[in-house]
């Protein structure tokens, strides 16, 4: 079963415009929630990554907002570019856990 | 230049053949991983190492096999008796400590002849 749930599964959005992922977690012992950015025919890459004591965190253009009582996170893309299109993964581990545990995947679309 | 190297890119499997994976890294991490990606399922773990010599099952290892005889490699073995081997194959290394992030390599697609 998996342990994080991600969607949407894809999403097209106009250059300039905010595209949104959502995942949700039931593990109360994840407390590490990455995302990884990956291109086709390539390896993922870390994008930004947050902790629990945290509500929000921002780089660049990507923010991840965390809810912890709903046990879930998002990724925000501000102003989106056609360099932005790829597949964006969720996922979340343990401090004592060397696993991480992957969402399905989003495929973002950004149309110029 | 510092990373992981996978090779090689495309690999073509016959039936009831065994292939195997390679998997380099010259980061000094300590943990590797391997995970198998289909299309729309995001990363499955097949197998990880935290230390040379030692390694643990992921979530769906039948009809694979691995080894972890130096730090720096972490091969990955699809045996004949994976029935469906055709995925697109992901190694990982991870430093252990405070630092969480897991470095990917590449890829190797897997095609079955």
């Known amino acids: 079963q998996q342990q994080v749930k991600q969607s949407p599964q894809s999403l097209i959005v106009q250059k300039g415009g905010i595209s949104i992922i959502n995942c949700a977690y039931e593990n109360t012992a994840f407390d590490y929630f990455p995302w990884y950015q990956q291109f086709p025919g390539k390896g993922p890459a870390l994008l930004i990554a947050?902790?629990?004591?945290?509500s929000e965190k921002k780089e660049g253009r990507f923010t991840i907002s965390f809810n912890k009582s709903a046990k879930q996170f998002s990724l925000h893309i501000m102003d989106s570019q056609p360099g932005d299109s790829a597949t964006y993964f969720c996922a979340a581990s343990g401090s004592n856990d060397y696993k991480l545990s992957f969402g399905a995947g989003t495929t973002v679309t950004v149309r110029a | 230049d510092g990373g992981i190297t996978q090779s090689p890119k495309y690999l073509f499997r016959k039936e009831g053949q065994n292939v195997t994976l390679s998997c380099e890294q010259n980061l000094n991490h300590d943990a590797m991983y391997w995970y198998r990606q289909d299309p729309g399922q995001g990363l499955r773990l097949i197998y990880y190492s935290q230390i040379v010599n030692d390694f643990q099952k992921g979530d769906i290892a039948e009809g694979y096999s691995v080894s972890r005889e130096k730090k720096e490699s972490f091969p990955l073995t699809v045996t004949s008796a994976q029935k469906n081997p055709t995925a697109f194959y992901l190694c990982?290394?991870?430093?252990?400590?405070?630092?969480?992030?897991?470095?990917f390599g590449p890829g190797t697609r897997l095609l079955v002849l």
């Open positions: 990982a290394s991870r430093r252990t400590g405070s630092v969480e992030t897991q470095y």
């Open positions: 947050i902790r629990p004591d945290v």
